[in-house]
């Protein structure tokens, strides 16, 4: 059996195992993609987390074990943008208004049995100039784990708890967390220790994964940056990471090893398979490239890219 064909075969199994109301169908699938290459590749094979590019071109990739955010600019060249040390792990990056925020954990959340908790990671938010100066370090309450996070626009971020089934939003002047939006029943549960995941705020809208529902959900921004309206489904039936929104709407991210795309009237595409896999993507500036950072086995890690127009 092909590759393709093996990395279909556990996603329809994984989506068949889930009640019917819960599936987003596949309705298209793509060859195994010649198109897909390596952009950088790193100096070593530790994991990657998040990522997400600037204004002018610079992308940013959160090395979460190495403790440092790695910088890449538009010709590939890659840098050390900043070194934590006293992180245990660095996470989430969000890419201001001319400014880095980084999520980091100072406690360990990975725990000897191959799982984790978040009720107590030691969670700062770190802010920085576009030339590694620190600016802000915002120690948040012990049980607030910001994962995902992104830069919104109108002065605010916005963070997912991984600890609880909370959206907050951040205030980019004051760092104040306030709760954005938030439903227990996204929360983490025995036997599944995530809650909000994955965080992109987009054309008034904040995204974001839940891994209790099994998708990735939206909920419109409104007056005095409260959440106003439904929560809406964009796909259920696969338990992303982290992801990102073009312009037009479409929602890609990579689940293993395929590269999915989701059209704003909820159609979901195979867009790439195989793909070597990784936690996070990102969607370029100009809505035409997808860029996603690789993790796992012993070779050096890479970010890779792929046309999306």
């Known amino acids: 059996m092909s590759k393709r064909l093996t990395s279909c075969?556990?996603?329809?199994?994984?989506?068949?195992?889930?009640?019917?109301?819960?599936?987003?169908?596949?309705?298209?699938?793509?060859?195994?993609?010649?198109?897909?290459?390596?952009?950088?590749?790193?100096?070593?094979?530790?994991?990657?987390?998040?990522?997400?590019?600037?204004?002018?071109?610079d992308i940013y990739v959160t090395m979460m074990d190495s403790k440092k955010v790695a910088k890449i600019s538009p010709a590939g060249v890659i840098s050390d943008f900043v070194s934590i040390p006293g992180a245990v792990a660095v996470i989430g990056v969000a890419c201001g208004n001319n400014e880095i925020a980084v999520s980091i954990f100072t406690k360990q959340f990975r725990l000897p049995s191959g799982t984790a908790a978040f009720t107590d990671t030691g969670a700062h938010l770190l802010f920085y100039d576009l030339a590694g100066k620190?600016?802000?370090?915002?120690?948040?309450?012990?049980?607030?784990?910001?994962?995902?996070?992104?830069?919104?626009?109108?002065?605010a971020y916005y963070g997912g708890d991984s600890n609880s089934g909370t959206v907050f939003r951040i205030d980019?002047?004051?760092?104040?967390?306030?709760?954005?939006?938030?439903?227990?029943?996204?929360?983490?549960v025995a036997g599944n220790p995530m809650g909000?995941?994955?965080?992109?705020?987009?054309?008034?809208?904040?995204?974001?994964?839940?891994?209790?529902?099994?998708?990735?959900?939206?909920?419109?921004?409104?007056?005095?940056?409260k959440a106003e309206g439904a929560l809406l489904p964009v796909e259920l039936g696969i338990r992303v990471d982290d992801f990102d929104v073009a312009d037009d709407g479409s929602v890609y991210f990579p689940n293993g090893r395929v590269l999915f795309k989701v059209a704003p009237n909820g159609a979901?595409?195979?867009?790439?398979?195989?793909?070597?896999?990784?936690?996070?993507?990102?969607?370029?500036?100009?809505?035409?490239?997808?860029?996603?950072?690789?993790?796992?086995?012993?070779?050096?890690?890479?970010?890779?890219?792929?046309?999306?127009?």
């Open 9 to 57: 075969a556990v996603l329809l199994a994984g989506l068949l195992a889930l009640p019917a109301a819960a599936q987003t169908p596949v309705v298209a699938g793509a060859p195994e993609s010649t198109a897909i290459k390596a952009f950088v590749t790193f100096p070593d094979a530790a994991p990657t987390e998040n990522i997400c590019q600037q204004a002018n071109g």
């Open 134 to 155: 620190q600016k802000a370090d915002v120690t948040l309450p012990a049980n607030v784990a910001i994962n995902g996070f992104d830069y919104g626009g109108d002065g």
């Open 172 to 188: 980019a002047a004051t760092h104040a967390l306030t709760p954005f939006w938030q439903d227990a029943s996204f929360g983490p």
């Open 196 to 225: 909000i995941n994955g965080v992109r705020a987009k054309n008034g809208w904040v995204y974001f994964s839940g891994a209790q529902k099994n998708g990735i959900f939206k909920t419109k921004i409104g007056a005095g940056g």
């Open 268 to 309: 979901m595409t195979i867009v790439a398979d195989p793909i070597p896999g990784g936690p996070s993507a990102v969607v370029s500036n100009d809505s035409k490239t997808v860029y996603w950072p690789t993790r796992g086995g012993t070779a050096p890690q890479r970010v890779m890219q792929f046309p999306i127009q």
